[in-house]
């Protein structure tokens, strides 16, 4: 069964600390691998797509990492904000019917002044 | 305006009772979706449609009942709501194989008392 699993589960740092979470899956055979941003009573916001073929990408202070050999992805957070504060989630698109997404269950992350 | 119109964004209803989430797109993709999303854990798919003439059930579709009325606008029922029905749910559109343009819209939390 295709499963994504995150890691940790909820994280608190302070404003202006860098962070890292990670994401495994069991995804086969791979398409590409999202992170989301998921403000409270919101909808997810697409952070980063990466294909097979990436290894990294980056949009502004969000620095996503891929390795398709273990199935292992991070997202990296640097100079956090308050605005940061949400839910990050993972999700996994296979080579399946459709390309439907797997997604994790997510990374909830408050920023603290 | 925003891209995926949801509504209502909050809605209390008593068990038994049926009830009705909209979602209209301006993105003009093809393809759409109805997710679930409950604390702690991932999104999971209700139902999908490719197109106006396509309906197919997702992971948990037990419940739950899709009306696709136009490229544009995908209705998700609940023929008679139980209490475990009580989530978030969200409406999503994609562009195509990849689905790199997947948009979600904001979310309709539902309460089933």
């Known amino acids: 069964k295709n499963q994504v699993e995150q890691s940790p589960q909820s994280l608190i740092i302070l404003e202006g600390k860098n962070c890292t979470l990670q994401?495994?899956?069991?995804?086969?055979?791979?398409?590409?691998l999202r992170w989301y941003k998921q403000d409270t009573g919101r909808g997810p916001v697409s952070l980063t797509i990466?294909?097979?073929?990436?290894n990294t990408k980056s949009n502004g202070r969000y620095t996503a990492t891929l390795d398709a050999d273990t199935k292992q992805s991070s997202l990296h957070i640097t100079a956090s904000q308050l605005s940061d504060s949400a839910s990050y989630i993972c999700?996994?698109?296979?080579?399946?019917?459709?390309?439907?997404?797997?997604f994790g269950g997510g990374t909830r992350l408050m920023v603290k002044p | 305006d925003a891209d995926v119109t949801q509504t209502p964004r909050n809605r209390i209803t008593k068990t038994g009772k049926r009830i009705m989430l909209e979602c209209s797109q301006t993105?003009?993709?093809?393809?759409m979706y109805w997710y679930r999303q409950d604390p702690g854990l991932g999104l999971r798919l209700i139902y999908y449609?490719?197109?106006?003439?396509?309906?197919n059930k997702g992971e948990i579709s037990d419940g739950y009942s899709v009306s696709r009325q136009a490229q544009a606008k995908f209705s998700l029922s609940l023929e008679s709501a139980i209490p475990n029905q009580t989530a978030l749910y969200f409406c999503?559109?994609?562009?195509?194989?990849?689905?790199?343009?997947?948009?979600f819209g904001s979310g309709t939390r539902l309460t089933v008392v």
């Open positions: 449609s490719f197109d106006v003439k396509d309906i």
């Open positions: 990466m294909t097979f073929s990436e």
């Open positions: 999503a559109t994609s562009d195509g194989e990849q689905g790199y343009g997947y948009t």
């Open positions: 994401c495994n899956y069991t995804v086969s055979p791979f398409s590409n």
């Open positions: 993105k003009g993709h093809d393809r």
């Open positions: 999700v996994v698109s296979g080579w399946n019917a459709g390309n439907m997404l797997t």
